[in-house]
């Protein structure tokens, strides 16, 4: 059951997730407890998937969000790092962990959305000295591995939610 996946699997010490819906099943990652991040699916009957492990440890925050072909998308930071990967709805790999942005800055949290066929983009929130200074950074992925450079969309706001599309604008 989930609770035993939770129980088991879940970093205690970094209690990072994020769920999503794909296919009419919740998606869930997080931290998993030998570094890495692991992806579960849970089906409307409560039929729970294997765990799906890929290395790459998040410290700081973890997005999970699925596009229009069924895959499931994962970004994450370890700190200064933002890092994403690609699984299909099988949990085979489709694209490999990628760094986004290997920035020298707290990532405080992350988020992401399909803007067109087959293109994420991912919003990440810096953190600076002063917290008036925060600023969110977006960069954008593609399914084939190609990273769009960041830049700062916003400055003096956190990063408190999911994105979402409502009548084609962002």
């Known amino acids: 059951d989930l609770e035993t996946v939770a129980t088991i699997n879940l970093n205690v010490s970094v209690p ?20 890495g991040t692991s992806l579960v699916s849970l089906s409307s009957s409560f039929v729970l998937s294997s765990e799906t492990a890929t290395t790459g440890a998040p410290t700081n925050a973890i997005a999970a969000w699925a596009d229009a072909t069924e895959n499931i998308w994962v970004a994450y930071s370890d700190g200064y790092t933002v890092s994403a990967y690609i699984k299909a709805f099988n949990m085979s790999s489709v694209l490999a962990v990628r760094v986004v ?17 087959g293109i994420s983009t991912l919003f990440y929130e810096l953190s600076q000295a002063n917290p008036i200074n925060n600023r ?7 399914n084939s591995g190609s990273v769009g450079a960041p830049y700062v969309f916003i400055r003096s706001l956190g990063l408190a939610s999911k994105p979402w599309i409502y009548d ?3």
Do not use: K, Q
């Open 16 to 35: 990072l997730y994020d769920v999503t819906l794909n296919r009419g099943e919740i998606v869930i990652a997080f931290a998993n407890i030998t570094s």
């Open 101 to 117: 942005d290997p920035t020298t800055a707290t990532i405080l949290n992350i988020a992401g959305i399909e803007t067109s066929p």
């Open 136 to 142: 969110i950074v977006t960069a954008s992925l593609t």
């Open 168 to 170: 084609s604008t962002l």
